[in-house]
């Protein structure tokens, strides 16, 4: 008889533990505006668990790219040209990207396509051409390695955009 009032009492408490640990934080969703020279707005904040959903749309009449990462990165000439440490490579995942109508993925970006890619900059990149408002959807989870602060910025025409200010800031807390 003692045995199951253990028991009993045992999973009582495992219950009434469960019921107060932290639910799920609610998913985040923002339209960030890409154009000549910024992200509008320049700050996302977001919890570890959050399925975050990033709405891009480039107004710009040039083209524009997101990258997410820490200690930005020069090329052989001194330009900015990425990051050390990308945010989703340190993670070990992918977000999953999505273009809108009409829109087709080039893996191998030229001028005037768009698409996601790694390894250009260093890391994960969605690019969007200009003239037209293009769009895409980045989508991901938060994960505990990415609490912290981390940058986003456009490397687009050899750092130039970077160097002008097309940069914000993600802050992950748990």
Same mark, same amino acid.
């Given at each position: 008889?003692?045995?199951? $009032?253990? &028991?009993?009492?045992? $999973? !009582?408490?495992? !219950?009434?533990?469960?019921? +107060? #640990?932290?639910?799920?934080?609610?998913?985040?969703?923002?339209? $960030?505006?890409?154009?000549?020279?910024?992200?509008?707005?320049? @700050?996302?904040?977001? @919890? &570890?668990?959050?399925? &975050?959903?990033?709405?891009? &749309?480039? /107004?710009?009449? !040039?083209?524009?790219?997101?990258?997410?990462? @820490?200690?930005?990165?020069? /090329?052989?000439?001194?330009?900015?040209?990425?990051?050390?440490? /990308?945010?989703?490579?340190?993670?070990? %995942?992918?977000?999953?990207?999505?273009?809108?109508?009409?829109?087709?993925?080039?893996? /191998? %970006?030229?001028?005037?396509?768009?698409?996601?890619? #790694?390894?250009?900059?260093?890391?994960? %990149?969605? #690019?969007?051409?200009?003239?037209?408002?293009?769009?895409?959807?980045?989508?991901?989870?938060?994960?505990?390695?990415? $609490?912290?602060?981390?940058?986003?910025? +456009?490397?687009?025409?050899?750092?130039?955009?970077?160097?002008?200010?097309?940069?914000?800031?993600?802050?992950?807390?748990?």
């Amino acid at each position: 008889m003692k045995k199951g $009032i253990y &028991v009993f009492a045992f $999973i !009582l408490a495992g !219950l009434l533990l469960a019921g +107060c #640990s932290p639910a799920a934080p609610e998913p985040l969703a923002m339209t $960030i505006q890409m154009n000549e020279f910024a992200y509008t707005p320049n @700050r996302i904040e977001a @919890r &570890v668990g959050q399925q &975050v959903t990033l709405n891009l &749309v480039n /107004d710009g009449a !040039l083209e524009h790219e997101i990258m997410f990462g @820490r200690n930005m990165m020069t /090329d052989g000439k001194g330009q900015p040209n990425g990051f050390e440490t /990308d945010v989703f490579m340190m993670a070990n %995942m992918q977000p999953t990207v999505t273009f809108g109508e009409g829109m087709q993925v080039g893996m /191998d %970006m030229g001028e005037g396509e768009m698409g996601m890619t #790694s390894g250009e900059h260093g890391g994960y %990149m969605v #690019s969007l051409p200009g003239m037209g408002g293009q769009t895409a959807q980045m989508t991901f989870t938060v994960t505990e390695d990415m $609490i912290g602060e981390w940058e986003f910025g +456009c490397f687009a025409q050899e750092g130039t955009h970077y160097q002008q200010g097309m940069t914000g800031t993600m802050i992950v807390t748990p």
